[in-house]
């Protein structure tokens, strides 16, 4: 058992994306992933076990070592800024980080800016020299400009159906997101054999 690599996966819309590509590489992981209420998911059989957690946790836990591999967004990887190696692109869950307000918002002196994301909306705020106070928001963020919380938003984009619906324009984009697998930096080493193995079979159905 010593040898079994524990993956950290999110919940939610990701889990369909991860259970696909996994699947592809010959590697069939439990496909109730999402629907069980356990948070360790045995497969031992394939050498692995599944820790499930929230999304912005994946990089926690796999910085503590607690799972060796995980499979999280970029979005989180820039947000939580955590001491782990970025194996790959999964070229997965894609979507991008967007600057987001009222179509016609006017430039005002010192903006409020509401996010999910406050450190990837002050840096890129802050890349481009321009003086914003963020807001720290839990969800709902596209509510903030309608009620007057906030200026802009920066938050994830994927059809842009969300901010269609809520007469709301995308104004910049930020960056492209995907989902990346990470590894711990100890177990990269320790455990190198395993987890380059579980990347040559990704590497292959990606490419
Ligand atoms: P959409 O309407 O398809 O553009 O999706 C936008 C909504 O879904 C926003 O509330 C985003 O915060 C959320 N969202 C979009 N893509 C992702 C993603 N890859 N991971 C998590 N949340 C997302």
Redesign the pocket.
């Given at each position: 058992m010593a040898d079994l690599l524990k993956v950290a996966v999110p919940k939610?819309?990701?889990v369909k994306h991860i259970s696909r590509l996994f699947h592809q590489a010959g590697i069939p992981i439990p496909e109730d992933l999402d629907e069980t209420r356990k948070f360790i998911i045995p497969a031992h059989d394939l050498g692995l076990e599944f820790i499930i957690a929230k999304?912005a946790d994946v990089p926690t836990y796999v910085e503590y070592g607690v799972a060796d591999i995980g499979v999280v967004?970029k979005?989180v990887l820039m947000e939580e800024n955590r001491n782990v190696y970025e194996l790959l692109d999964l070229g997965i869950?894609?979507?991008r980080f967007s600057v987001i307000g009222l179509p016609d918002w006017e430039p005002v002196l010192n903006p409020r800016v509401a996010s999910?994301f406050p450190n990837v909306a002050s840096q890129y705020f802050r890349e481009n020299g321009q003086q914003v106070e963020v807001i720290k928001l839990n969800?709902?963020?596209?509510l903030a400009p309608l009620i007057g919380l906030a200026d802009r938003i920066v938050?994830?984009?994927?059809?842009?159906?969300?901010?269609?619906?809520n007469g709301l324009v995308e104004m910049e984009k930020i960056a492209d997101?995907t989902?990346r697998l990470i590894a711990n930096r100890v177990s990269y080493r320790m455990k190198n054999e395993a987890i380059q193995q579980l990347c040559d079979r990704l590497q292959q159905v990606l490419a």
């Amino acid at each position: 058992m010593a040898d079994l690599l524990k993956v950290a996966v999110p919940k939610g819309r990701i889990v369909k994306h991860i259970s696909r590509l996994f699947h592809q590489a010959g590697i069939p992981i439990p496909e109730d992933l999402d629907e069980t209420r356990k948070f360790i998911i045995p497969a031992h059989d394939l050498g692995l076990e599944f820790i499930i957690a929230k999304p912005a946790d994946v990089p926690t836990y796999v910085e503590y070592g607690v799972a060796d591999i995980g499979v999280v967004g970029k979005d989180v990887l820039m947000e939580e800024n955590r001491n782990v190696y970025e194996l790959l692109d999964l070229g997965i869950a894609k979507c991008r980080f967007s600057v987001i307000g009222l179509p016609d918002w006017e430039p005002v002196l010192n903006p409020r800016v509401a996010s999910k994301f406050p450190n990837v909306a002050s840096q890129y705020f802050r890349e481009n020299g321009q003086q914003v106070e963020v807001i720290k928001l839990n969800g709902n963020v596209e509510l903030a400009p309608l009620i007057g919380l906030a200026d802009r938003i920066v938050d994830l984009v994927e059809t842009g159906n969300t901010i269609r619906e809520n007469g709301l324009v995308e104004m910049e984009k930020i960056a492209d997101i995907t989902s990346r697998l990470i590894a711990n930096r100890v177990s990269y080493r320790m455990k190198n054999e395993a987890i380059q193995q579980l990347c040559d079979r990704l590497q292959q159905v990606l490419a």
